[in-house]
C-alpha cells in the first residue's frame, strides 16, 4: 500500500535525481488522471490536507472539519483527512493561493477570501444575501448555484464540495445597535475585503480597516468602537470583555465554503464519492451544531450580564437599505449571483 499527501509528494519530487525522473516518465503509469474517475489507483492511500481558521473546540471544527474526516475514515475508501486548525498553514488569503496553487489540498474559506482568486463568489458574503443558514445550504446545494461553481472551477481549478453558515454575524459596541441610523459616527471595524466593505456602506457604517489579530487591543483601547462577527468568533476572541453590547442584526451568514484543489483529479471515482458524501453530512450537521452553541453562550451572557443582548435589532430597516445598494451597485456577473441568491429564497 502507497501512502501520499501533498508535502510528501513535494518532497519526494524535489529530491529525486534526474535518471529517476527520466525512467518514471518513459514508464508511463496512470498518475495523470485520465478517464472519469479521477486518478487514484485501486490500494492507494492518500492523505489530504485540510486547512482552516477556527479553534478545535469552535462547532466549524467539530461538526465541520472533524465530521468530514470521521466519514472518510468510515467509508474506508484509502482516504485520510488530515485536518490543520487555528491558521496553521497561514491566514485566509495566503492559504486561498495555496489551494489554487495545489500546495494545500483542502481549505475552510469564506466567500469573500475566495473573491480574490474569482471576484463574483465573494457576492455571497454580501450582507443580508441570505434570509437564514438554511438559505445558503439550498442554495449550494442546488441547481441555482451551478453556473457560480462551475466559474469558479473554471477560473481557479478549485472545486466547491459544498458550503454551509458558520454562524449570523452581529454587531457588537458599546451601545445598541437597532436600526441603520445608530452606526452613524461609530468607529465600526470590518474586515478587509471589497465586499466587506460594500456591506459596511450598504447598511450605513463607516469602516475602520483592523487585522483580526489586533481586533481585541484596538477596542480595548478605543482604536474602534465596535466589531461584527459570528457569536463563536466573539467568544473564541473573548470580545464581550471589552465591549457592552451585542446587538442581534443577523446581517451576513457568515460562510464557510469546503474546497479542493487540483488533488481532486488524483482521487480515484470511489474517494471522490466518499469525500462529496462527508460534506453533504458536515453540511446538514453544522447549522445545528452552531445554533445550539451560539445559544448556550447567549443564556451565559444573559445570566451574567457579561454582554447585554439587544434582540430588538430593526432588521427589517437593516434588510431593505442593504437589498437597494446591492441591486444599484452591483451588475454583470456580481448581480446575476446576488439575484440567483434572492431568488432561491424560500
Not at 115 to 138: K, R, T
Not at 200 to 227: D, K, M, W
Request: aromatic share 6%.
Amino acid at each position: 500500500m502507497k501512502t501520499r499527501s501533498r508535502s510528501r509528494r513535494i518532497a519526494i519530487a524535489s529530491s529525486m535525481t534526474l535518471p529517476l525522473l527520466l525512467a518514471a516518465a518513459c514508464g508511463g503509469g496512470d498518475d495523470d488522471g485520465g478517464g472519469d474517475g479521477g486518478g487514484g489507483s485501486a490500494g492507494e492511500e492518500i492523505t489530504l490536507e485540510l486547512a482552516h481558521s477556527y479553534t478545535d473546540d469552535q462547532p466549524q471544527n467539530r461538526c465541520g472539519a472533524q465530521v468530514i474526516a470521521d466519514e472518510v475514515e468510515a467509508a474506508d475508501v484509502g482516504l485520510t483527512i488530515e485536518i490543520f486548525g487555528s491558521s496553521q498553514l497561514g491566514g485566509d488569503a495566503d492559504r486561498v493561493q495555496a489551494v489554487v496553487a495545489g500546495d494545500i489540498d483542502m481549505d475552510l474559506q469564506g466567500a469573500s477570501a475566495l473573491g480574490a482568486v474569482y471576484e463574483p463568489v465573494g457576492v455571497v458574503d454580501a450582507a443580508y444575501a441570505f434570509d437564514d443558514a438554511q438559505h445558503l445550504a439550498d442554495f449550494f446545494s442546488g441547481e441555482e448555484s451551478a453556473e457560480l461553481r462551475q466559474g469558479f472551477a473554471d477560473a481557479t481549478g478549485v472545486q466547491i464540495l459544498g458550503a454551509y453558515s458558520a454562524g449570523a454575524r452581529h454587531f457588537t459596541a458599546n451601545k445598541p445597535i437597532r436600526e441603520p441610523a445608530d452606526l452613524e459616527g461609530v468607529r465600526m471595524r470590518f474586515p478587509n475585503s471589497p465586499q466587506y466593505l460594500m456591506n459596511a456602506e450598504a447598511l450605513g457604517a463607516t469602516p475602520t480597516e483592523v487585522a483580526f489579530e489586533e481586533l481585541y487591543l484596538a477596542l480595548q483601547q478605543g482604536i474602534v468602537e465596535g466589531q461584527e462577527n459570528p457569536i463563536t468568533n466573539i467568544v473564541a476572541q473573548n470580545f464581550a470583555e471589552v465591549q457592552s453590547h451585542l446587538s442581534l442584526s443577523g446581517h451576513q451568514q457568515n460562510s464557510n465554503l469546503v474546497i479542493i484543489g487540483p488533488v481532486w483529479d488524483e482521487l480515484s471515482e470511489e474517494q471522490q464519492d466518499a469525500l462529496s458524501a462527508a460534506v453533504d453530512t458536515a453540511v446538514a450537521e453544522v447549522p445545528e451544531c452552531v445554533e445550539e452553541t451560539e445559544q448556550e453562550q447567549l443564556d451565559e451572557w444573559a445570566a451574567s450580564g457579561a454582554l447585554e443582548i439587544v434582540d430588538d435589532v430593526d432588521v427589517d430597516a437593516f434588510q431593505e437599505k442593504a437589498e437597494e445598494y446591492f441591486r444599484e451597485n452591483y451588475s454583470g456577473e456580481q448581480l446575476e449571483v446576488y439575484e440567483a441568491i434572492r431568488n432561491a429564497a424560500g
